[in-house]
């Protein structure tokens, strides 16, 4: 993908009705630079702060005190280029999509028009060294994490160069990336609901695709290997069964107790008759 999305100056909104779908949910987006934009240290406190723990902005408004979503949650997804940061909840029986996004954006406005506390800056820190620092104790941790650095922003110190930048976010930090990425206009709305069978139109709002978006046929480069299963015939078929093996009861032994108690005991347990 090569394609450079322009800046977005107007929110969209799309409605999605599908079949069995038990809960309305609705995700807000925004835009947000690559993994190696000096920003991105403040935009994952940033996203920590909103949904890391159960004592999260998220989870302690929309599920706990207001009881309107049985789930909230953001995700930071960077790239190599441009990526999101999401908002997302799924709602609680009886609940509107529309109050749902109502909420997330007053969250989010909070964190435009407000610093974060020392205890929340704080804690998001603790959360997010935490995780780092679990998902190292094994091997595979350990590769995983210089793989995604190294794909991600081509440096294998890359993890470690964003904690320590991390250790030094400050409250006005938070404060400002919220204010220049998660604008209102920068926004891309989902709202997720049950079909509607009384509705005759379209159930859902259709999301065209921008012009400058080029798909290409996939081709796969002559140094990769495709391997095609064999058919059923070419398949070795599985050994035949063995001869069925008989049945027997293990032997079992009545006994008694000093006290009178008889017990029955076999091979493998005793217990009382």
């Not at 038990?22 to 403040?42: E, R």
């Not at 964190?111 to 205890?119: C, E, K």
């Not at 794909?151 to 404060?175: E, F, K, N, W, Y």
């Not at 990425?181 to 069978?197: C, F, G, N, V």
Request: with cysteine.
């Amino acid at each position: 993908m090569t394609v450079t999305e322009p800046e977005r100056t107007s929110a969209t909104h799309y409605v999605v009705r599908e079949a069995n779908t038990p809960l309305p949910a609705v995700m807000i987006s925004y835009p947000i630079p690559a993994d190696s934009d000096p920003d991105n240290a403040a935009l994952t406190v940033l996203n920590a702060v909103l949904s890391q723990g159960e004592s999260s902005r998220l989870y302690e408004t929309l599920v706990y005190r207001d009881q309107l979503a049985q789930s909230a949650e953001s995700v930071l997804d960077s790239k190599q280029g441009p990526g999101n940061l999401a908002v997302f909840a799924i709602l609680a029986g009886g609940k509107k999509a529309a109050d749902g996004e109502t909420a997330l954006r007053r969250e989010v406005a909070r964190l435009r028009n407000t610093p974060v506390s020392a205890a929340e800056l704080a804690e998001a820190k603790n959360e997010i060294l935490t995780a780092a620092l679990e998902s190292r104790e094994t091997a595979e941790g350990k590769g995983r994490t210089i793989a995604s650095s190294v794909i991600i922003d081509r440096d294998p110190r890359a993890a470690d160069r964003q904690l320590a930048a991390i250790g030094q976010v400050t409250a006005a930090d938070i404060q400002r990336v919220a204010a220049k990425y998660l604008r209102d206009e920068r926004s891309a709305t989902i709202q997720y609901l049950p079909e509607d069978k009384t509705i005759a139109a379209p159930q859902n709002d259709r999301i065209e695709v921008a012009d400058t978006v080029v798909v290409k046929p996939l081709v796969v480069p002559g140094t990769v290997e495709v391997v095609t299963p064999a058919s059923a015939a070419e398949r070795i078929a599985p050994p035949p069964a063995g001869p069925a093996i008989a049945a027997s009861a293990l032997p079992r032994r009545n006994s008694s107790s000093p006290t009178g108690c008889a017990w029955w005991w076999s091979k493998s347990m005793i217990s009382p008759c």
